[in-house]
């Protein structure tokens, strides 16, 4: 799983922030702050497909078999009906919620958002729902480069606005979910998620917050799901090996992907 994080500038004045934004910005901490995945999704009903419906690509999640993509997309002309992303227009209730978490929490806790990346996004789209050989996206990338470059692009335009809307809501951090980007090869990483994923991060009020960092970039990982599992004394064992590994700083504890089901 590949997984990007922003951080959002801060707005008025700054009190004690939560251990998350510090161990982002590089900052020492006394213990590695925890991020828990897939949270959001079991009890929230929150998902990164979420904009879909508001770009014209309506879907269902169906239970025991996950999202399901009405109309896969597969040339140029599907891509052209795809409408850009207005969070304000399709989805208001996610700027409530957030500006009113971040409220109630104050600087107790970090309030998190959570965007997918374009190549997720499209691979969703493309396949009509989730795969396991990811056959008509490598198709498409393959034999149809610019018709998934066109659709690649209406998603890069359309979650930095998404980035944007849960900043200027309250959302302190956002991470950028590119689940199946393990699928790429790295020359195809480079030319169907890369760029893309920088245009986010570029064109988001939260690029400032990203360059702060410089290139010694913060982690965050990296406990097996698998390993939750085990015994209590066994998920400690695994979990304090990971932090002393990993070390003070620049270090946000959580799962190599999300709960096990």
């Avoid at 702050?33 to 497909?49: C, S, T």
Wanted: aromatic fraction near 8%.
């Amino acid at each position: 799983m590949c997984c990007l994080g922003l951080v959002a500038e801060s707005k008025g004045a700054i009190t004690a922030e939560p251990l998350l934004l510090n161990a982002v910005k590089g900052l020492d901490v006394e213990r590695p702050p925890v991020w828990l995945m897939r949270q959001a999704g079991r009890y929230m009903k929150a998902d990164i497909l979420t904009p879909l419906a508001g770009m014209n690509i309506p879907f269902d999640i169906v239970k025991g078999k996950g999202p399901v993509i009405f109309d896969p997309l597969s040339t140029q002309n599907d891509v052209d009906v795809v409408r850009e992303f207005v969070p304000e227009e399709s989805v208001p209730y996610v700027g409530e919620a957030l500006t009113i978490l971040r409220k109630e929490v104050g600087n107790e806790a970090a309030v998190l958002g959570f965007v997918g990346a374009p190549f997720t996004l499209a691979s969703y789209v493309v396949e009509g729902g989730s795969s396991k050989h990811f056959s008509k996206i490598k198709r498409l990338a393959f034999s149809e480069p610019k018709v998934l470059h066109a659709l690649l692009q209406k998603f890069a335009t359309s979650m930095a606005k998404y980035v944007k809307y849960q900043a200027d809501h309250g959302a302190q951090a956002v991470q950028i979910f590119d689940s199946w980007a393990t699928e790429l090869s790295p020359v195809d990483f480079e030319e169907f998620s890369l760029p893309y994923l920088k245009q986010i991060v570029d064109s988001s009020n939260m690029a400032e917050g990203r360059r702060r960092l410089g290139s010694d970039i913060a982690v965050q990982g990296n406990v097996d799901p698998g390993v939750l599992f085990g015994s209590k004394e066994f998920i400690t064992s695994r979990i304090m090996d990971t932090v002393k590994k990993a070390g003070n700083r620049k270090h946000i504890l959580n799962l190599g992907h999300g709960i096990v089901v």
